[in-house]
């Protein structure tokens, strides 16, 4: 069984930093494409950033680029998102999730972690 867990949000300032986790169980991140989308209230959930798994290529949102970066750690099966220079619009619910195919693809996700950045 798949299961994506997100850790590592918070209340932090304008300015500031923070590194989101993706735990995964019952499969490899490092074997399929993983993202990272956020939502924020009352607005449609957006993707943030996606790592492909052939050759860890990345596409980042336009809004992100060059503050925000992904990478994995296989060893320990968890995909980071580390978000640096945080403005109040990157206040968001932030989820990651997995592409995975066997007999079609199938897209997993985890349950979310909030994000506030506010003075």
């Known amino acids: 069984q798949v299961q994506l867990v997100e850790s590592g949000g918070g209340l932090v300032q304008p300015g500031g930093s923070l590194r989101l986790s993706c735990l995964g169980s019952?499969?490899?991140?490092?074997?399929?494409?993983v993202n990272w989308y956020r939502q924020a209230p009352g607005k449609e959930r957006e993707p943030v950033v996606n790592?492909?798994?052939?050759?860890?290529?990345?596409t980042y949102a336009e809004s992100v680029s060059g503050r925000f970066t992904i990478s994995r750690d296989n060893a320990k099966n968890v995909v980071y998102l580390q978000m640096n220079k945080l403005k109040s619009e990157d206040t968001a619910v932030y989820f990651c999730?997995?592409?995975?195919?066997?007999?079609?693809?199938?897209?997993?996700w985890g349950q979310g972690t909030q994000v506030t950045v506010s003075s």
């Open positions: 019952g499969v490899p991140l490092s074997r399929w494409p």
């Open positions: 790592m492909g798994y052939t050759d860890d290529s990345t």
């Open positions: 999730s997995l592409k995975v195919f066997t007999t079609k693809w199938n897209d997993y």
